[in-house]
């Protein structure tokens, strides 16, 4: 197995990144641009339907991945995820915006699908695992730096967040110079089949698009709720979206440690009661206090639940099947985010939303527990350390 430089590794997870930014740089000034967009009526859309495009895309970039290797679907990729980032800023009609938006989400389900292969491709065991909660802490350091210019440029202007989709041409030529392209010869193990079908997968997709339910609840959320119900500008609410990620990118760098500790049948619980905490604090504060705690909690919901999810469908993955099954995991991420809007879009004020959410992962966590307590092993591992 090759290994990689550490530029390549920045590389990496500079463009696992971008996976976060789809929706997330024109959530500080969504509602201004909602109404330029012809959006007013239920702004999430702009940042949810790019998830509707990579459910739809996913298991195509998939089979791409399996077929041709990440490394080639990473490059293919990065220009049109450019090119429909940065064209939603000059875009006047309503149905050619969820186009475009749309076409954008395809780009990213080949983003999120390659840039896990290749971590696989790359690390094993412990240090896959390692990588894969640096590669999570990445993409919510993304979420710090891209809700940050996305708030700072929307004071500006709303078409101006839209530019920051351009960091992908960046990307590409670092992808090109850092990143060694692994051969594609076919690896067929003995007792594996590409169509084979992990048994825990499904428990793995569902847990991970409740998780994105949960959060992107919030991520939808607030842009409305905090100028409302508190009276934050637009730089405000990204500066506090970005705190939420902060909080994510540290607990994903824990997250390896807890799971020592628990073992991934706990952790993943562990999450939900953080993002049940959260929700609950964000229906309940009345103050800047309050809100800071809630988003403390939210962030560890998903520090704790997703890049340890991600890690599980590496690991009972096997090469002929793994580009299939992480686009199985793109979808349930994306997902999640897709559905976070029906939920969102119900006629009941935020508080009331926060609340529903609550129960949503009260019940989820209650469900895990008594499956990793009284029957079986829920996410298993070849890995001794994960069950230390």
């Known amino acids: 197995m090759k290994t990689l430089s550490k530029t390549g590794i920045f590389v990496l997870l500079l463009t696992s990144s971008l996976t976060i930014m789809v929706g997330t740089v024109i959530a500080p000034s969504l509602t201004e641009t909602a109404a330029h967009l012809g959006f007013t009526d239920n702004p999430g859309w702009l940042i949810t339907l790019p998830a509707l495009g990579v459910v739809l895309f996913a298991p195509l970039m998939g089979k791409l991945s399996d077929h041709k290797g990440p490394f080639s679907l990473m490059v293919w990729s990065l220009i049109p995820y450019a090119i ?3 064209t939603g800023a000059v875009l006047n009609n309503p149905y050619i915006v969820i186009a475009d938006r749309i076409l954008l989400g395809a780009a990213t389900a080949a983003i999120q699908t390659a840039g896990t292969g290749l971590i696989a491709d790359f690390f094993e065991g412990e240090a896959r695992m390692k990588m894969i909660a ?9 979420g710090v730096v891209f809700l940050s210019l996305g708030g700072l440029m929307g004071e500006s202007g709303w078409r101006f967040p ?3 989709y351009l960091t992908a041409l960046i990307c590409l030529p670092l992808l090109l110079i850092s990143v060694p392209r692994l051969s594609r010869t076919p690896v067929h193990l003995p007792g594996h089949r590409s169509d084979e079908v992990p048994k825990d997968l499904l428990k793995i997709i569902i847990s991970t698009a409740i998780a994105m339910i949960l959060f992107f609840i919030v991520f ?3 842009p409305q709720y905090l100028p409302g119900s508190f009276h934050f500008s637009t730089s405000q609410t990204g500066y506090f979206m970005a705190f939420i990620s902060l909080i994510a990118a540290i ?3 824990l997250m390896p440690r807890v799971v020592k500790k628990l073992s991934a049948n706990y952790t993943v619980p562990l999450g939900f009661i953080s993002f049940l905490s959260g929700q609950l604090l964000f229906a309940c504060s ?3 206090a309050g809100l800071l705690i809630a988003a403390v909690f939210t962030g560890i919901g998903f520090g704790f639940t997703i890049p340890l999810l991600n890690h599980v469908t590496i690991e009972i993955s096997n090469p002929q099947n793994r580009g299939r099954n992480l686009s199985y995991y793109s979808m349930a991420v994306f997902g999640g985010q897709f559905l976070s809007s029906f939920i969102g879009g119900l006629p009941f004020d935020l508080k009331t939303i926060f609340m529903i959410a609550a129960f949503i992962a009260l019940i989820t966590a209650v469900i895990l527990v008594i499956h990793a307590r009284y029957t079986i092993k829920i996410f298993k591992t070849n890995h001794q350390f994960l069950n230390k």
């Open 84 to 86: 429909f980032g940065v």
């Open 134 to 142: 640096w590669q999570g802490m990445a993409i919510e350091i993304g």
């Open 162 to 164: 839209f530019l920051i």
């Open 220 to 222: 939808s959320g607030l």
């Open 251 to 253: 607990a994903a760098s």
């Open 286 to 288: 009345a103050g800047t």
